[in-house]
């Protein structure tokens, strides 16, 4: 089954989330868990949680993706800011378990000339911190596109921080643009990148996808996204990605420039490209 779906606005809570969902024709979905630009979060709602919670259920939903902030930066160079950080991903973690089953994203992070192995000891100290045992909700890290310097551009830096966590609780949440952007080729290798995925990470810690058509050519370490087949990426790879064994079942996230109504177009169309057994 494909469970496709969107970033949605939590403003009305996770209960009006998931009526919202279901009208576009969504089975999954995104959300900021505060503010994203910033680190202010909603008050939390048990009532709604529990509410949500049972809609996911008897809707038939996949795994939702939660999405950190852009702003939680787990390996800047001023460790005030990187303590904020942590906190801001603590807090993130523990507001998340009223939502188990489902995962939380973030970008790792940048290291700002500190030096990537720098930056991956300051990203998984916080994971470290952070991770309870029995946590019900899983962490991805997001792949990224490798501009300036970021971690996690790479399959390698990704599991430099696995394995610096040592939890499996934490695995990878893999960005069309942003891989294309830094230089795997999925548009004409989609098997050489998962194949090379799996001998990094492994394909078992593949847990979510976001999916992203790219403004900008492969290789171009920029990260701009565009709406599905009006990319660099086309269509015809999309079709290959909904329909690739190895991704079945997992959530996929557009983060496509766009509204509802035109959210609910590109679900159609990732549905369409879908083979029907």
């Known amino acids: ?32 868990t505060r503010n994203p630009r910033g680190s202010r979060a909603k008050e939390e709602d048990p009532a709604d949680a529990a509410r949500a919670v049972e809609m996911l259920q008897s809707g038939g939903f996949g795994p939702l993706v939660a999405h950190g902030a852009y702003t939680m930066n787990l390996c800047g160079a001023d460790p005030d800011a990187r303590a904020f950080a942590a906190s801001i991903l603590a807090d993130d973690l523990r507001r998340m378990a009223a939502l188990p089953g489902n995962f939380y994203n973030f970008h790792p992070g940048s290291h700002v000339k500190q030096g990537v192995e720098t930056g991956v000891e300051y990203i998984s100290q916080a994971l470290r911190a952070a991770l309870a045992p029995g946590y019900p909700v ?27 966590v040592g939890s499996s609780e934490v695995g990878v949440c893999l960005d069309t643009c942003h891989v294309y952007d830094g230089g795997y080729d999925i548009v004409n290798d989609l098997d050489g990148v ?32 565009a709406c599905i087949g009006e990319g660099s990426l086309g269509t015809d790879a999309f079709r290959r990605i909904v329909n690739h064994p190895a991704l079945k079942g997992k959530p996929m996230i557009l983060e496509t420039p766009n509204e509802l109504p035109g959210y609910a177009r590109e679900i159609a169309l990732l549905r369409g490209l879908e083979k029907k057994a």
Do not use: Q, Y
Not at 143 to 162: D, Y
């Open 138 to 164: 899983r962490v991805c890290l997001e792949t990224m596109a490798g501009k300036g310097t970021e971690v996690g551009g790479n399959f390698r830096e990704l599991r430099m921080i696995l394995d610096a």
């Open 194 to 225: 998962l194949a090379e995925f799996d001998r990094e990470i492994g394909l078992d810690r593949l847990w979510a996808m976001h999916l992203n058509d790219s403004k900008n050519p492969f290789s171009s370490h920029k990260d701009r996204h």
């Open 1 to 32: 089954m494909l469970f496709l779906g969107c970033h949605l606005s939590a403003s009305e809570g996770f209960a009006a989330m998931v009526k919202t969902a279901e009208g576009i024709g969504a089975n999954t979905f995104a959300f900021f």
